[in-house]
């Protein structure tokens, strides 16, 4: 019934959110998904359109299309990472398989009208596939009692202490409830066995002390994630004259994305008190995004096409919420009430992705093929965290401008015919978000794919690889532990069209 009742209090306590910079990049960024024809030629359809996945760069591209159709995608996304820690490397590898794309667009032809035709697409992408896990292992002098002092020292030791008969479970809500996520982490800290007042009979007394004693420590770390970015979108547009194709998208996010880390800490020296810390976190998101984009395409020549297009913003409603748990050699005795049962809520929150403008150039080739080039540029240091009005997110939004910058994507793509099979190839670069190196490094992919025209329909294959390094912070703060990963992503896409 402990257990029970605890859980009902978690789940209507409120208290200020602990977003970050981290949430920012995390939903900033957007993988290469969509069709296989499109990710065979690594996206680079500003200027070509004719694919339902060209509308994520450039709405015009509907309208392009000479008759209706529909497609569905799948991919198997293979996600492996080497983790450099100390100096120990572990290799992390998932696989997952999913429907990843499903739309269709409608052709209405007017040849007695200047806009010759009218294009209505509905597509659904996966934006961003966030299934993924890393484990990396090794010695550090930075152990987990730095992160509990970091948050404890200053806070009033009798702000930690449990009311009158309140179960520990309840103290913790209560405590970041009222208090905030500092002394909640204090609390977890203090009770976990980690770190102890300096004189636990002054109730004032603001300064603390480990309970750790080490020159070094290993430490062992597994984090897994799951989830996804997706984006509906509804698109109209029209073929004006010969030569010029105009169209505007809606755009309608959901977002759905859960992190579990697993911490171990040996290694103390001989006579520590503590011989073993383990620390568990889990958070969970979910919510919605808005966005709209503009774009056009110009026929130059029979050969030349040129394309621009201008993406809004895009606007994130989130909620999180969190779970905790901690043990070690002189935890209190009921820490285990305190679980990934115990939830903190977190009030709605909102991240303003800034806007993207992309420029696109392609030559086409009569039926042999084409060459297709696009670059891309988005403002990152414009992110925000809201409502601007919270002092936390104002000094975040603050950090995020000095931390985070331009980034600039190109894209190359082309596609060779032979009759009914088409051969296709991408090369994709694109900066890193972080003025500062290191932190995460730039993406650099590759793609190929081959297509047979039926007729009535197309069966297309891509296989898509990108590479890309990350300093995969352990904890967001008190320690500055982190580990190297070397991640490599490859999607194996099938799709089928049917024309009608």
């Not at 697409?121 to 509990?148: C, K, R």
């Not at 988005?378 to 995020?400: K, T, Y």
């Not at 694109?430 to 995460?440: A, F, K, V």
Request: charged fraction near 15%; hydrophobic fraction near 35%.
């Amino acid at each position: 019934m402990r257990s029970i009742l605890t859980f009902i209090v978690g789940m209507v306590c409120v208290f200020a959110s602990a977003q970050n910079i981290n949430d920012v990049v995390r939903y900033g960024t957007e993988n290469l998904q969509g069709t296989a024809r499109f990710q065979a030629m690594s996206g680079a359809f500003g200027a070509l359109g004719g694919d339902l996945s060209s509308l994520n760069i450039n709405p015009a591209g509907s309208a392009v299309f000479n008759y209706s159709q529909f497609t569905v995608s799948g991919s198997n996304y293979n996600r492996n990472n080497d983790a450099t820690y100390g100096n120990s490397i572990q290799n992390a590898d998932l696989n997952s398989l999913e429907f990843n794309q499903a739309g269709g667009v409608f052709v209405f032809k007017s040849p007695n009208s200047p806009w010759k035709k009218i294009a209505l697409g509905l597509n659904y992408d996966l934006v961003e596939n966030f299934d993924n896990e890393i484990s990396a292992s090794g010695n550090t002098n930075q152990g987990i009692d730095n992160y509990f002092l970091n948050f404890a020292q200053g806070i009033p030791f009798g702000n930690l202490l449990l009311g009158q008969n309140e179960f520990l479970e309840e103290a913790y809500l209560r405590i970041g409830a009222q208090q905030g996520f500092a002394d909640q982490q204090a609390f977890l800290g203090y009770f976990g066995g980690v770190i102890n007042p300096v004189d636990e009979t002054n109730q004032a007394g603001t300064s603390y002390i480990s309970n750790a004693e080490y020159s070094s420590v290993n430490q062992q770390f597994r984090q897994s994630t799951n989830g996804y970015n997706s984006k509906f979108t509804a698109n109209l547009a029209g073929q004006y004259q010969n030569n010029l194709y105009l169209g505007a998208s809606l755009n309608f996010h959901s977002v759905f994305y859960d992190k579990v880390t697993f911490f171990d800490e040996t290694g103390y020296d001989a006579g520590s008190p503590i011989q073993r810390t383990t620390f568990d976190n889990f958070l969970h998101t979910q919510g919605t995004g808005f966005s709209f984009s503009l774009g056009g395409i110009a026929r130059l020549n029979d050969n030349i096409r040129i394309g621009g297009s201008y993406q809004s913003p895009t606007w994130y409603y989130l909620t999180d919420d969190t779970s905790q748990r901690i043990n070690s050699d002189l935890a209190d005795d009921d820490i285990n009430f305190i679980d990934f049962n115990i939830v903190n809520l977190f009030e709605e929150y909102r991240i303003k992705i800034p806007s993207k403008l992309t420029g696109s150039v392609a030559v086409i080739f009569g039926k042999d093929g084409l060459l297709s080039f696009d670059y891309g540029y988005q403002d990152m240091s414009q992110a925000e965290l809201r409502p601007n009005s919270d002092p936390s997110f104002s000094a975040e939004n603050d950090f995020i401008a000095n931390e985070l910058g331009a980034v600039s994507t190109y894209r190359i793509g082309g596609e060779y015919r032979i009759e009914k099979v088409s051969l296709r190839g991408g090369y994709r670069f694109e900066e890193s978000p972080y003025e500062t190196e290191g932190i995460i490094g730039d993406l650099e992919g590759y793609s190929a794919g081959i297509g047979y025209d039926f007729g009535g329909s197309k069966l297309d294959l891509a296989v898509n690889r990108t590479e890309q390094e990350v300093n995969e912070l352990l904890f967001d703060s008190g320690i500055s532990n982190s580990a190297l990963v070397d991640k490599v992503n490859t999607n194996i896409t099938l799709s089928y069209t049917l024309k009608f």
